[in-house]
């Protein structure tokens, strides 16, 4: 026999109702909340491109058909993948549709009066009767009062209740997670987040092309950068004589903002960025740059200047590359910078010190093509020299000079760099509003017991009370109040 | 001068660790007393006399390690001249001391002291695995961790956990007793201990008073990252178990409120949401990368 499977005529609209609804139950809610914990996983365990891009390049060259496959399911982008922001937004969706609703809900209960005190009061929690004196209703008004709960009375009985600040506690929660959602959605649009390297001495003026990397939100305009101009003055870390760990790292900058002729003199620390209006300088990392002079056989500068090398380890062991484009042919140089000299047991030079106490620079010189006109973006630190040939290999005290086929590099000394993170976050305060709502919210429906009580008062006296979700304390609370109403306290 | 509070430190938590041994086996002969059927005429029922003191003792030294351990942790933070909360080692005994102290706290209101072997053993290996594997001299802070919030958020973490192990504890207890429960009897021990009900309440209560904390500890840590790393929220590794570890707990307490969640699931699921703690404390200090590095290893 063929059943025809019963489906109730719902229409386009019925099935839209239909959705919203269970999209804004709060079992839904639920479920999204904690996909949302399960989908935020393997971004813990999977090296993800912002954090640390070097774990994502080393996984694709190790493995790249895994790498690829993973990376079609965003597995290196988890928190900004489709599917991770899918969940949130309906998540964001479903906290909407469900809270405003109870909100006014609550409002016009919280302005209501009590139920009626129910008929069988001996079926309710905490039951207690005994003879009347005559006086009880009177006296558990005066109690009701004193312990500020709602009452309605009626036919010789006085219903009560207390404990809404429950379900305003939760609802200020619930409200509190929309605007903090709100708050990240804000900044995420018209924040700005950007990063220069720049050495001790040198000038940064806050325009696009000064970053080494910036993003913007889609609706930030680049006229919106702060207008300000810094000098890196000077910077000095401090590290631990005995077990080399930095103590304290301090940057002096002076600021000249907007058209203001006038400049200003600042410090920045790790923990205390400089603050511009809803713009922040944060202190992120710092390093060496060797300075070098490059010349050519005839004695000309072909290039001159302080060069960032990138730390390797605590003690900056630090590598970078020198390219020369302007010699004939191309010249670079692969070095290595080590800011107090020590030799490792194989032999190699290795940093000891953190601070640069016995500076070295170890330069390995390449000729040929440096490949910079290929069109593949070209790594300022590394140099590509499978179309060079080495042509010698030279360690450098300061002042020193290595001499080679063609020209001649002059370790002049170093400075140091740091590299600043330039931060536009307007959405941030309402996050930190949202969150401080958020915890006040739930302690209030955490520790706020509902609950109601009655009594009613004839020839005997009765009292009752209900918990709503089981919460404890209401025996004891209604054994005072007998005890209350019996005089015996 | 900070090289003397620094031994000082060490010789405190030595003899924390030796109080906290006598307290183990004070705990453990009371209760092997306490298993043993004392009377095979009269089987079944305990000699509580006997064993009463064994426990005075146990609880009087879970007291004394506790004290020697705070003098301990206080003496480590005036050697490096700040709160001692910069590495793994000294995260570590703050956190045996929180867990401890969660315990005994909860002691004095409930009826907790049949727990007392499983804290102090578990105090113990934490103390062991810190003085053993974890320990770094004592050492000013790196740069990063100069705040404040260090104190804030580190404290408020740290407190979390313990009462959240300490949960943890409890619902263990609770499905061991369960277990033996749908077996048959509970045998002559665990009578003493209290009913399921009870402990099924008790792990709640203790959960439902620190979520609160662990939010603001999340909060907290969120606006000292504002301050060090110019963004508030970056789904570090770190950052990450945090909030997993707090959508666990709260649904943990919806599942308990709205759903009705009581006894065996919901002593699971909080078994759960205490080791996503555990995970992010060891796996990310120890393994994980990021910002959050300061285990000193
Ligand atoms: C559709 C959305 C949601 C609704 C309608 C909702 C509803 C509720 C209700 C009714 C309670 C209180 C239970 C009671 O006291 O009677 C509650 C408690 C709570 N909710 Fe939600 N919820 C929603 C989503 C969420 C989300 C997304 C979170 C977490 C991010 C959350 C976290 C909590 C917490 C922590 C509690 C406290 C548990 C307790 O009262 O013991 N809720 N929620």
Same mark, same amino acid.
């Given at each position: 026999?063929n059943?025809e499977?019963?489906?109730p005529?719902?229409?386009?609209?019925?099935?839209?109702?239909?959705?919203?609804?269970?999209?804004?139950?709060?079992?839904?809610?639920?479920?999204?909340?904690?996909?949302?914990?399960?989908?935020?996983?393997?971004?813990?365990?999977?090296?993800q491109?912002?954090?640390?891009?070097?774990?994502?390049?080393?996984?694709?060259?190790?493995?790249?058909? /895994?790498?690829?496959?993973?990376?079609?399911f965003?597995?290196?982008?988890?928190?900004?993948?489709?599917?991770?922001?899918?969940i949130?937004?309906?998540?964001?969706?479903?906290?909407?549709?469900?809270?405003?609703?109870?909100?006014i809900?609550?409002?016009?209960?919280?302005?209501?009066?009590?139920?009626?005190t129910?008929?069988?009061?001996? @079926?309710?929690?905490?039951?207690s009767?005994?003879?009347?004196?005559?006086?009880?209703?009177?006296?558990?008004?005066?109690?009701?009062?004193?312990?500020?709960?709602?009452?309605?009375?009626?036919?010789?009985?006085?219903?009560?209740?207390?404990?809404?600040?429950?379900?305003t506690?939760?609802?200020?929660?619930?409200?509190?997670? %929309?605007?903090?959602?709100?708050?990240?959605?804000?900044?995420?649009?018209?924040?700005?987040?950007?990063?220069?390297?720049?050495?001790?001495?040198?000038?940064?003026?806050?325009?696009?092309?000064?970053?080494?990397?910036?993003?913007?939100?889609?609706?930030?305009?680049?006229?919106?950068?702060?207008n300000?101009?810094?000098?890196?003055?000077?910077?000095?870390?401090?590290?631990?004589v005995?077990?080399?760990?930095?103590?304290?790292y301090?940057?002096?900058?002076?600021?000249?903002?907007?058209?203001? !002729?006038?400049?200003?003199?600042?410090?920045?620390?790790?923990?205390?960025?400089?603050?511009?209006?809803?713009?922040?300088?944060?202190?992120?990392?710092?390093?060496?740059?060797?300075?070098?002079?490059?010349?050519?056989?005839?004695?000309?500068?072909a290039?001159?200047?302080?060069?960032?090398?990138?730390?390797?380890?605590?003690?900056?062991?630090?590598?970078g590359?020198?390219?020369?484009?302007?010699?004939?042919?191309?010249?670079?140089?692969?070095?290595?910078?080590?800011?107090?000299?020590?030799r490792?047991?194989?032999?190699?030079?290795?940093?000891?010190?953190?601070?640069?106490?016995?500076?070295?620079?170890l330069?390995?010189?390449?000729?040929?093509?440096?490949? /910079?006109d290929?069109?593949?973006?070209?790594?300022?630190?590394?140099?590509?020299?499978?179309?060079?040939k080495?042509i010698?290999?030279?360690?450098?005290?300061?002042?020193?000079?290595?001499t080679?086929?063609?020209?001649?590099?002059?370790?002049?000394?170093?400075?140091?760099? !740091?590299? /600043?993170?330039?931060?536009?976050d307007?959405?941030?305060?309402?996050?930190?509003?949202?969150?401080?709502?958020?915890?006040?919210?739930?302690?209030?429906?955490?520790?706020?017991?509902r609950r @109601? %009580?009655?009594?009613?008062?004839?020839?005997?006296?009765?009292?009752?009370?209900?918990?709503?979700?089981?919460?404890?304390?209401?025996?004891?609370? %209604?054994a005072?109040?007998?005890?209350?109403?019996?005089?015996?306290? | 001068?900070?090289?003397?509070?620094?031994?000082?430190?060490?010789?405190?938590i030595?003899?924390?660790?030796?109080?906290?041994?006598?307290?183990?086996?004070?705990?453990?002969?009371e209760?092997?007393?306490a298993?043993?059927?004392?009377?095979?005429?009269?089987?079944?029922?305990?000699?509580?006399?006997?064993?009463?003191?064994?426990?005075?003792?146990?609880?009087?030294?879970?007291?004394?390690?506790?004290?020697?351990?705070?003098?301990?942790v206080?003496?480590?933070?005036?050697?490096?001249?700040?709160?001692?909360?910069?590495?793994?080692?000294?995260?570590?005994?703050?956190?045996?001391?929180?867990?401890?102290?969660?315990?005994?706290?909860?002691?004095?209101?409930?009826?907790?002291?049949?727990?007392?072997?499983?804290?102090?053993?578990?105090?113990?290996?934490?103390?062991?695995?810190?003085?053993?594997?974890?320990y770094?001299?004592?050492?000013?802070l790196?740069?990063?961790?100069?705040s404040?919030?260090?104190?804030?958020h580190?404290?408020?973490?740290?407190i979390?956990?313990?009462?959240?192990?300490?949960?943890?504890?409890?619902?263990?207890?609770?499905?061991?007793?369960d277990?033996?429960?749908?077996?048959?009897?509970?045998?002559?021990?665990?009578?003493?201990?209290?009913?399921?009900?009870y402990?099924?309440?008790l792990?709640?209560?203790?959960?439902?008073?620190?979520f609160?904390?662990?939010?603001?500890?999340?909060i907290?840590?969120?606006i000292?990252?504002?301050?060090?790393?110019?963004?508030?929220?970056?789904?570090d590794?770190?950052?990450?178990?945090?909030?997993?570890?707090?959508?666990?707990?709260?649904?943990?307490?919806?599942?308990?409120?709205?759903?009705?969640?009581?006894?065996?699931?919901?002593?699971w699921?909080?078994?759960?949401?205490?080791?996503?703690?555990?995970?992010?404390?060891?796996?990310?200090?120890?393994?994980?990368?990021?910002?959050?590095?300061?285990?000193?290893?």
């Open positions: 026999m059943q499977l019963q489906i005529e719902l229409g386009a609209i019925g099935l839209l109702r239909y959705a919203w609804r269970q999209l804004t139950s709060m079992r839904t809610a639920l479920i999204l909340l904690m996909l949302l914990g399960v989908a935020a996983i393997p971004g813990s365990l999977i090296p491109r912002t954090q640390n891009p070097m774990a994502v390049s080393a996984a694709f060259k190790s493995s790249p058909g /895994l790498s690829r496959m993973m990376d079609r965003s597995l290196f982008d988890v928190y900004g993948s489709p599917w991770f922001s899918a949130y937004i309906l998540l964001f969706i479903s906290l909407i549709g469900c809270v405003f609703p109870r909100t809900e609550h409002f016009h209960a919280s302005r209501a009066l009590p139920p009626n129910p008929k069988n009061l001996n @079926r309710m929690e905490s039951y009767t005994w003879p009347a004196a005559g006086n009880e209703l009177e006296l558990a008004r005066a109690w009701f009062k004193k312990n500020r709960f709602r009452v309605l009375e009626k036919d010789s009985s006085i219903s009560a209740e207390k404990g809404f600040l429950r379900e506690g939760n609802l200020f929660f619930h409200l509190a997670l %929309i605007l903090i959602l709100l708050g990240i959605s804000f900044s995420s649009l018209f924040g700005m987040r950007g990063e220069a390297i720049l050495n001790v001495g040198e000038r940064f003026v806050n325009t696009p092309t000064s970053y080494d990397s910036l993003s913007y939100g889609k609706l930030f305009k680049d006229g919106k950068l702060v300000f101009i810094m000098t890196i003055d000077k910077f000095e870390a401090k590290y631990n005995v077990t080399n760990a930095p103590e304290d301090i940057l002096n900058v002076t600021l000249r903002r907007g058209d203001l !002729v006038t400049s200003e003199k600042h410090v920045i620390k790790v923990n205390s960025p400089l603050t511009l209006g809803s713009t922040k300088i944060y202190l992120q990392a710092n390093g060496y740059s060797p300075v070098v002079t490059v010349r050519d056989s005839a004695g000309n500068v290039m001159q200047g302080p060069i960032p090398f990138l730390p390797q380890d605590a003690n900056l062991r630090s590598t590359a020198i390219k020369v484009p302007d010699a004939d042919p191309q010249v670079g140089f692969v070095g290595s910078f080590v800011p107090t000299y020590g490792s047991k194989g032999g190699g030079a290795v940093s000891v010190f953190p601070d640069a106490l016995d500076p070295r620079l330069l390995s010189a390449w000729s040929g093509d440096l490949g /910079l290929s069109g593949t973006p070209q790594s300022v630190y590394r140099i590509d020299t499978s179309s060079m080495e010698g290999l030279k360690s450098l005290k300061p002042g020193e000079i290595f080679y086929a063609g020209g001649a590099i002059t370790f002049e000394g170093y400075v140091q760099w !740091v590299n /600043l993170q330039i931060v536009d307007p959405g941030k305060n309402y996050a930190l509003l949202g969150a401080i709502v958020a915890i006040l919210g739930l302690l209030a429906s955490l520790f706020t017991r @109601r %009580i009655w009594i009613r008062a004839g020839e005997v006296v009765e009292v009752a009370g209900l918990a709503k979700n089981a919460a404890p304390g209401l025996e004891e609370e %209604i005072n109040f007998v005890q209350y109403l019996k005089g015996e306290k | 001068m900070s090289r003397t509070w620094a031994f000082l430190s060490n010789y405190l030595y003899s924390a660790m030796a109080v906290y041994t006598l307290s183990f086996f004070a705990h453990a002969v209760t092997a007393w298993v043993k059927i004392p009377d095979e005429a009269a089987p079944k029922t305990l000699d509580y006399k006997r064993t009463e003191k064994v426990a005075r003792i146990a609880t009087a030294m879970m007291i004394l390690g506790f004290l020697l351990l705070l003098a301990g206080i003496a480590r933070g005036v050697s490096a001249g700040r709160v001692p909360w910069g590495n793994m080692y000294e995260f570590s005994i703050t956190g045996a001391l929180a867990f401890s102290g969660a315990y005994l706290a909860a002691l004095r209101k409930y009826d907790l002291r049949w727990l007392g072997l499983l804290v102090s053993t578990a105090v113990l290996l934490t103390l062991g695995t810190a003085v053993a594997v974890l770094r001299p004592s050492a000013p790196v740069p990063a961790l100069k404040t919030w260090l104190v804030i580190v404290s408020a973490a740290i979390s956990g313990g009462v959240f192990l300490l949960a943890n504890t409890i619902a263990a207890a609770y499905l061991y007793l277990s033996m429960e749908s077996k048959g009897e509970r045998t002559a021990w665990a009578k003493r201990l209290p009913s399921l009900e402990l099924d309440q792990s709640y209560r203790l959960v439902a008073f620190v609160p904390l662990w939010t603001f500890a999340v907290a840590g969120a000292w990252a504002e301050s060090a790393w110019g963004r508030y929220w970056g789904w590794p770190k950052e990450t178990w945090a909030f997993i570890t707090w959508v666990a707990y709260a649904a943990y307490l919806h599942a308990r409120v709205t759903i009705g969640w009581r006894g065996r699931r919901a002593a699921l909080c078994l759960f949401a205490g080791s996503t703690f555990l995970f992010n404390y060891i796996y990310v200090n120890i393994w994980g990368t990021g910002k959050h590095t300061y285990s000193g290893l």
